[in-house]
């Protein structure tokens, strides 16, 4: 019989260890699902966290103006060029070569944009790196004069308040330039990294040079070859700048060339010895005489010249010169060569006056008609008594876009006597064959947007218009365009302006710093570390949830009894 004063054995003892057996389990099978979902399922992937935005300055020194480019950085470490603002002033930084103290203050508007721009937009002024690259209009200048403007620009530079190092502020080479105008167009269309046949070419006309940046598959100079690798992909590509041949330096050059082959004569005399036995004469306005015996096709050139232009030649030297040893009596513009030309230039030449003149005219054939503009230039006549002669002339337009066009042809040919290569195409450089798209920027952008052409518009479209142009005169163009003044006629200058975003060589600088200063590409997924917290987060609440019920389990068995000797209830353990 059963002692009456012990209680009967409780059931919770045996639910209690099948509950804590129940979670114990649960727990683990979710700890072992988790760790067989994370070891076979891929890692999952995501773009980093938003960071502050980061900026960097670029300050192009163009040859006629200086322009502040302010980039931004995105949150997935990409140019984000929608927050890419551009200021320009002018003058270029070569016109301050006489004083190059002042030139530290044309800067100041430029940094207190770039300033503002970046406060604007939450980015750290202190944090963002400026630098300043110039280019050809610097290239041009002498050392001296060159090193003195730019330690006026570090000076305003390192006090801006920007990161800065004196190393920033330099001249970059022509070659780098272009590259930079190729990294900047192949970005924009979304071809750098991909295939090297599908980039396209860039072709620049700046203001003091021009650059052509392409891929080719030809073997080309050392001197002309660079490679270019961007991510896994290795670009080797034809970069040239060409000094001089930029848009207001060519302008210069041509110039040059008309006074120097006998275009650039007082007019006066030029009128007597030329037409003194003509009673009508149109415009009296020649070609220099190299430029047209290549038109005639002597030396292969694709312009020809019509019978006015070949009747003037003959009247200058029959009229000019009596007999050039014998070589003139019988003139035919067939037979002409080089030798004549170069001895009747040097005769008319010598027998220009010897005072100075307010008559003196320049008969420009790219310039409108009815365009004139007085210059001061000093002439050198070599073989003639005198060193130089200085007077004040008279750029006279005369619209004559076939002229124009053979001229221009002579400047691009000028110095090809000294090519090393097997062929020069331009002057003295070798030129690859080109190949694939082009991109033209910069002034052969703005010029065809002055025309109203289209982006895809061909060269015979750029030379129609360049031709409609230029047989106008200057009454007719000033009713056609009422906000350009008369220089925009015979040099075009451009809209300092810049609206939407244009592809400039600052860009693909920028962008080839980042590059460098980055050891991984930026744009990289990074593995998530944070994917699996809730599930690790109730895999622990379980784990916790068993530990708590594994201690209750544990708990040592015990019985409550009646201890006689005490008079009371007492709990004991059983054994």
Avoid at 123 to 137: D, H, I, P, Q, S
Avoid at 241 to 252: E, K, R, V, Y
Avoid at 329 to 345: A, N, P, V, Y
Wanted: proline share 5%.
């Amino acid at each position: 019989m059963p002692d009456p004063t012990t209680k009967p054995p409780s059931p919770r003892p045996r639910r209690r260890r099948r509950l804590c057996g129940l979670c114990l389990g649960t727990a683990l099978l979710a700890l072992l699902v988790s760790a067989l979902v994370h070891a076979v399922a891929p890692p999952r992937r995501h773009a980093p966290a938003p960071a502050p935005a980061r900026f960097s300055v670029i300050i192009d020194g163009g040859s006629t103006g200086t322009r502040a480019h302010v980039f931004a950085v995105g949150p997935d470490g990409r140019p984000d060029l929608a927050r890419s603002a551009v200021m320009r002033v002018s003058p270029g930084l070569s016109s301050f070569a006489a004083d190059p103290a002042r030139v530290g203050e044309s800067l100041r508007p430029l940094i207190e944009f770039a300033r503002e721009e970046i406060g604007t937009a939450g980015g750290a002024t202190a944090e963002a790196e400026v630098r300043l690259m110039a280019t050809a209009g610097l290239r041009l200048l002498e050392d001296r004069a060159r090193e003195a403007i730019l330690a006026s620009c570090r000076d305003v530079l390192r006090a801006a308040g920007f990161r800065f190092e004196d190393a920033w502020a330099k001249v970059i080479p022509g070659s780098d330039e272009g590259i930079y105008a190729w990294v900047a167009a192949n970005y924009a269309l979304g071809r750098l990294g991909g295939d090297p046949n599908k980039t396209v070419g860039i072709i620049e006309l700046g203001g003091a040079s021009a650059q052509l940046t392409f891929v080719s598959d030809e073997v080309l100079p050392p001197e002309l070859s660079n490679n270019f690798t961007f991510g896994e992909t290795t670009y080797t590509l034809y970069t040239n700048s060409f000094l001089n041949f930029g848009q207001n330096a060519a302008q210069d050059s041509l110039r040059e060339v008309l006074r120097s082959r006998g275009i650039y004569l007082d007019f006066n005399f030029f009128v007597f010895y030329s037409c003194k036995n003509t009673t009508s004469l149109a415009t009296p306005a020649i070609m220099g005489f190299e430029a047209l015996v290549a038109s005639c096709g002597v030396w292969d050139m694709p312009v020809r010249l019509g019978d006015a232009s070949k009747t003037m030649l003959a009247m200058i030297i029959r009229n000019s010169v009596p007999d050039v040893q014998g070589k003139t009596k019988s003139l035919k513009m067939d037979t002409l060569r080089g030798e004549i030309i170069h001895e009747t230039r040097r005769y008319l030449i010598n027998r220009m006056p010897t005072r100075s003149s307010k008559n003196s005219t320049l008969v420009d054939p790219c310039a409108p008609r009815g365009y004139s503009h007085n210059e001061e230039v000093m002439v050198r006549t070599s073989g003639a008594s005198r060193s130089t002669l200085e007077n004040q002339y008279v750029d006279s337009g005369n619209g004559n876009f076939t002229e124009c066009r053979s001229t221009s042809l002579l400047l691009l040919q000028k110095g090809k006597e000294k090519c090393k290569y097997q062929q020069c195409q331009l002057g003295s450089t070798f030129v690859p064959e080109l190949r694939g798209y082009f991109l033209a920027t910069e002034n052969f952008y703005f010029t065809s947007k002055f025309f109203g052409l289209k982006k895809s518009s061909s060269l015979s479209d750029f030379a129609l218009a360049g031709e409609q142009f230029c047989n106008q005169d200057l009454s007719t163009l000033r009713e056609k365009y009422p906000n350009r003044s008369d220089e925009d006629f015979s040099r075009i200058e451009y809209s300092n302006q810049v609206g939407d975003i244009q592809v400039e060589w600052a860009l693909g600088a920028f962008i080839t710093l980042m590059q460098n200063t980055s050891s991984k590409p930026s744009h990289t997924a990074v593995t998530s570390t944070h994917s699996n917290r809730p599930l690790f987060a109730v895999v622990g609440i379980f784990l916790l949830c068993g530990a708590f019920f594994v201690s209750k389990c544990r708990k040592p068995k015990t019985k409550i009894i009646y201890d006689l000797e005490k008079g009371r209830y007492i709990i004991t353990r059983i054994s």
